[in-house]
């Protein structure tokens, strides 16, 4: 049992440039989220998705667009590569949203865009 | 959901118990104490939470005054591992509500 998976671990990106940052659980959690962590603050909710097929805008999610294909996988995407998007991204999921319910996150992928 | 207001920085001796308070005067009731940490740039570590009671498991206890305006996350005895950033949250039960990730107190457990 892996918990939750991201993909890759590190990142360097030329400003333009686009990439896709996977996470996989193998939990079957329903709920699953993207968060950024900038230097010395706590984490910011990107996008989130609530099951398979659906997604919806968290706190900053200008910049960034996110897919659920899959129970198991979240995919979030930089179309076009900006400095202010140097971070690091954390990934989570859980069974569901409720506020009983906990949220297990991934090891994090540290962008740096140049 | 409510802000929280957390300590900057603690330290505590190894083997001594670290108590971390917390602040969260305009709690709803229907609004949980949540217990975060993130060692060391790692994705951050779920470790308790608690609506009204008193919880614990594991790895720590939980203390929530009568009027649920505060709490206390207990470790009751530290070790150099527990160094990290501790982050008390507090969430409604709503359906995909995020977690809202305040500044944390950074504890720093010396031998």
């Known amino acids: 049992n892996a918990g939750v998976t991201q993909t890759p671990k590190f990142r360097v990106l030329k400003t333009g440039q686009s990439m896709t940052l996977l996470c996989a659980q193998d939990?079957?959690?329903?709920?699953m989220y993207w968060y950024r962590q900038d230097p010395g603050m706590g984490l910011r909710l990107i996008h989130y998705?609530?099951?398979?097929?659906?997604?919806a805008k968290g706190e900053v999610p200008d910049g960034y667009n996110v897919s659920r294909l899959k129970k198991q996988n979240f995919l979030l995407g930089l179309e076009s590569a900006a400095p202010s998007q140097t971070s690091v991204y954390f990934c989570a999921s859980s069974w569901s949203g409720g506020a009983a319910d906990t949220q297990y996150f991934g090891p994090g992928t540290r962008l740096t865009v140049l | 959901d409510a802000k929280t207001t957390q300590p900057t920085s603690m330290d505590c001796a190894e083997g001594r118990a670290a108590n971390l308070p917390c602040n969260h005067s305009t709690i709803s009731g229907n609004e949980y104490v949540y217990w975060y940490r993130q060692i060391h740039s790692q994705g951050p570590q779920y470790i308790i939470h608690g609506l009204k009671n008193n919880e614990t498991n594991e790895m720590a206890s939980l203390i929530i005054t009568e009027d649920r305006k505060s709490s206390t996350l207990i470790l009751p005895h530290a070790t150099l591992r527990d160094t990290a950033v501790y982050y008390c949250i507090v969430r409604a039960d709503n359906a995909g509500n995020m977690l809202t990730f305040g500044g944390g107190t950074r504890l720093m457990v010396k031998p």
């Open positions: 998705s609530v099951g398979e097929g659906t997604t």
């Open positions: 939990m079957n959690h329903e709920y």
